[in-house]
């Protein structure tokens, strides 16, 4: 089954920071607008951010100054750097293309716990 693979999540105090990697085939990758999405447990799953084939990205609110998007189109990654990380950032996350009709069947996750 063609998908994307995250990775990198895990268990941080308020405030810490983490870095997640998405990684897929170059076929999934190369020229699509890639999201970061999450889902927490009983809520709906959101779009954290999106980053462009070119580079150029965009946040979500709850997010914006905090998270990073960042991309290497040489080896078919997008990467998320969070910082100063809140409980209420606890979820799953999740990379796909942002388009909706172009997206993928979702990926495991990987899970992010932010508790002291």
């Known amino acids: 089954q063609v998908q994307f693979v995250e990775s990198g999540g895990g268990l941080v105090q308020p405030g810490g920071s983490l870095r997640l990697s998405c990684a897929a085939s170059?076929?999934?990758?190369?020229?699509?607008?890639v999201g970061w999405y999450r889902q927490a447990p009983g809520k709906q799953r959101e779009l954290v951010g999106s980053i462009t084939n070119g580079g150029s990205t965009e946040y979500a609110g709850s997010v914006k100054g905090r998270f990073t998007i960042s991309r290497d189109n040489a080896n078919n990654t997008v990467d998320l750097q969070m910082n100063s990380l809140k409980p209420e950032d606890t979820a799953v996350y999740y990379c796909?293309?942002?388009?909706?009709?172009?997206?993928?069947?979702w990926g495991q996750g990987t899970q992010v716990t932010v508790s002291s």
């Open positions: 796909n293309r942002r388009t909706l009709t172009l997206q993928v069947s």
């Open positions: 170059g076929r999934l990758f190369r020229g699509y607008t």
